[in-house]
């Protein structure tokens, strides 16, 4: 693609000039509404994906309730 958009930009500077945005923004369009399609497809067949960290809702660091300024001093959690 690089190349190609290298040759038209040199030869046909006027047709380059017209259409560039309107084919990177097709492009753009392209991978958003198969990133769309993909996710819904794989949903109605029970394919959830992989298990990322995070995405469970007990899953979850256990000194993200602990205060995090300076001299506080709370039962279980690092001084500051």
Known sequence: MAFFSFY?????KGWWA?????????????????AVLLYFTFQSEDIMGPNWWGQEGDDHCPLATCPTASGIVAKGCPVL
């Open 8 to 12: 038209v930009y040199r030869k046909y």
């Open 18 to 34: 017209r259409h560039n945005y309107i084919l990177s923004a097709a492009l753009d369009a392209g991978v958003a509404f198969t």
